[in-house]
Every structure is written in structure tokens, then in C-alpha cells.
């Protein structure tokens, strides 16, 4: 269903901002909406497996007010804030990048546990990487070499939570390397996993509270009420109303629509009601609807 795509270096679809790093991979294996690599603005997100409540928390609320914006989310699909991460995208419907230490391939996707999350991802235009083609070993050291994509397509690199001896602090390196914005959440300072984001801000890092702090420094833009709408999740009849009057650029009278559907008046009717009960369109005169801007 999500066929793999090989992106050489030359090709318009690999990251500009990949080519820029100390040691760019020749080539990527993707799965899904490969356009996204370009022309948006990456946030990494990224984090200790064994994450706490606190940093779960974290993230799912970072997340959760970057929601207004344009920002794309970073990670490495592996245990505990990167899945955290990739989740909190797909709830507040913002597109995800997973950047993978193994192949792409159903198979070979690590953690096999999070096999169902990346089909989750792909399916709401996601997206998800490697430089490991279908049938390479794994080994360990693949996901540290991986941690420099992640790094190196983003503009920025949240570390949400993790002890100074791991692979979020080697993201982070990578980052400031490559001369890209770092953040971290401050942590408790009784914590070990605190340790390494507490380290961050000492040493320069931008510490982040609120996802605000992050719009301040990244190019993110503000979307509009009707640009965060996700209508994938509506249903075929209402998504097919929606295009209708996006189509136009007048308020369309019940009567226009009914002709142009070609459907019953009572269906017509209890769509028009649902869309306007989801804040999806508005009656702007008595049986004229639009699509909100």
C-alpha cells in the first residue's frame, strides 16, 4: 500500500537541509508523503525510552500547542517520548516523520511493537525514512547514525527528557553541529532523566516551557481555523460537500446543492446540519452555505 521509495542524493525529493550536515547518507529509503522533507519546517522531538509521566506529559502538551501551527514532528519511532511524540502529532493532526535505524520494510520496522503507530503515520500522510535498504542488519550503532538525519532535516531539536549518557544528548550534538536550534525541557533536578536536558540548558540550550517558546525561534506559521481542520476523518458525503463549496466563491443555496449532489433533500440537509455543528461550514443566509475561512 506504501510502496518504498529511494531518494538519491540528486533527486529533488532529498532534504535540502540533509545535504548540509558533516556526513549526509548517499541515499534514503521512504515510505509516504516524501514531500514533506522539503518546504515545511521539521521540529525533532526526541527523548529517553524509558521515559517518566512527566515527560510523556510534556510532550503530549508541546505537541498539543503547536497545533495551530505548521510544524512537521520528528522522530525515531522508538519506546517512550519518541512514540509519545509521533502519537501526540497524530492526535492534534500534525504530519510526523519517522526517521528509522533499520529498514522501512514491515518487517524489518524496530520496534516491531510500534509496527501498528508507523502504519498510523503513513496513513495520516506521514511519513517515514531511512538510509537502510529493504534486507540490511541492524545493528546497534545504526541508531546512533540515525540520530544525525533526525538532526539533520529538522530545523530544530526538542529533548524532552534524558539522562546525559544517551542517544536524545547525540541528536542534540548533531544539531548544534549542523548549527540548528536546540531546546529542552527543564526536569526535575533529583531526576537521572532530567540530567541531560538540565545539562542542555546550562550549556546553552534553549529551555522551553511552552510550545510558544519554540514558535518564537522556529519559522512557524499560524494556521487558520479551516487550515487545522483535518477532514480526512470526515465522512465520504461530508468531505464531498466540503469540496463543493470550496469550489465556489459564493455561499451556495440548498437548492444549488441538492442539483448539484444529485442527492436526496433530507441527506443533503442532515450533511449541511452535520458540518455546521463541527465548525466545518456556516449558513451565511438563510439556506446559503460556505466553507469557513
Known sequence: MFPIQKIVQRAPEYPDVLKEIHDPPKQLFARGNSSLLNN????????????????????QRIVEELRSTNAVIVSGLAFGIDAAAHKAALENSLPTIAVLGGSVDDTSIYPQTNKGLATKILEKGGLIISEYETGTETFPSNFLNRNRIIAGISQGTLVVEAPIKSGALSTARHALNSNRSVYAIPGNISSRLSTG??????????????????????PLELLTEREQQDISILS????????????SSTPLHINTIIQTT????????????????????????????????
Open 197 to 218: 536536558t538540565n545539562y542542555l540548558i546550562q550549556q546553552g540550550a534553549m529551555c522551553v516551557t511552552t510550545a510558544q517558546d519554540i514558535i518564537s525561534d522556529l
Open 236 to 247: 465520504p458525503d461530508e468531505q464531498h460537500l466540503i469540496h463543493i463549496l470550496e469550489s
Open 40 to 59: 515545511h519546517t521539521l521540529l525533532a522531538i526526541v527523548g529517553t525510552r524509558k521515559c517518566s509521566t512527566y515527560g510523556r506529559s510534556a510532550t
Open 262 to 293: 444529485n442527492w436526496e433533500n433530507q441527506k443533503v440537509v442532515s450533511t449541511l446540519l452535520s458540518l455546521v455543528l463541527g465548525n466545518y461550514i456556516t449558513e451565511v443566509e438563510q439556506n446559503s452555505y460556505q466553507r469557513i475561512p
